[in-house]
């Protein structure tokens, strides 16, 4: 069960230099096909903080025909996240779990303005009485690793304003937040699909983490999820999530799901915008925004999977070259 206290830096030993806590927003205009998102990685026994901001309008293959690109890696962080302003040019001021004001000022006449406030309880994946999955593995760990061990998801609505480059979007959406805590290397992240969606006509939020194996299978089984219908969460028990890449840009999917009331679902999504994003310099993750469709009602979310340049080049051309002497 995720408290008040979560908000904020978790205990951990001085010692693990590892040890990340993140904020993430994203947020999108349908409409416009433009997305994008804010987050900020926290090392807080280095005292250190990474943020990112990233806009993109349709669909790119490119790093640099993104919208908009801002990352800033190991600048001062403060002492707490219920409230920080950093040089990047973020603020975020937390009043509550469900409750955040999130702002930026850039370069080249951007600045963001966004209101996020949850439209359920975040869920805790490691709650066995709020997650079923984690009901079944009391004896052995969590599927996702010690990078993600404490973990909460939260559709939330996020209202606001993006002016890029001069010229302002409004948003309105309804998008997963999370907030992560837990020892996180880059080198071998575990691969992960994250993903979700909302349906306005029937008020109706999906939401589910996936191990990835792209390299070597387009079905993603689920690792842990929900489903929210008029604000009442529901924990997935199964889902299987089948997707058309290009390259390592999700691109299309299929999501049959059940939840622990025995209800199953389906939804059929295609990207209409999102691009690669360079987490890290060994992290590369595909982005993007799905139009999907469920019982005949539209609704849109952000999908994104995460793979590490270990893994990649592992199993990449170079590597197969080199080993046969190429």
Known sequence: MITDADVDFHPT????????ETNYFAFFNAEERVFGHIQAL??????????????????VDRSHDALYVANHHHQ?????????????????????????????????DTVIGLDVRGIMEPY????????PVTRRQMDGGFVLGEAYRGHWDMHAR??????????????????????????????????MMWLGAY?????????????????HSDRLDLAHGYICRQGKVTGLVSATLVLDRLNFLPIAGEWHGEDA???????YGAATAGGPWPVYPSVD?????????????????????????????RFGQGAARFLKGA
């Open 13 to 20: 030993d001085p010692a693990a230099h590892d040890w990340a």
């Open 158 to 191: 996020v209202t606001g304003t993006i002016r890029c480059r001069g010229r302002e979007i409004p948003v309105d959406c309804v998008q997963v937040m999370d907030h992560s805590w837990g020892p996180r290397t880059e080198v071998e992240l575990p691969g």
């Open 285 to 313: 993750v595909g982005i993007t925004l799905m139009r999907w469709t469920m019982d005949g009602a539209v609704g849109h979310g952000m999908a994104m999977e995460n793979t590490a340049m270990a893994y990649r080049t």
């Open 261 to 267: 009331n025995g209800e199953k679902f389906t939804l």
């Open 42 to 59: 926290f090392r807080p026994n280095l005292g250190v903080v990474m943020t990112e901001v990233r806009l993109w309008q349709g669909l």
């Open 76 to 108: 001062p962080a403060g002492p707490s996240l219920r409230h920080y302003a950093l040089p990047s040019g973020l603020t975020v001021t937390a009043h509550s779990p469900r409750d955040y004001r999130v702002d930026y000022v850039g370069t080249d």
């Open 199 to 215: 349906f306005p006509e029937t008020d109706t939020a999906v939401h589910g983490f996936f191990p990835a194996d792209p390299v």
């Open 124 to 131: 805790d994946i490691s709650d066995p009485d709020m997650d």
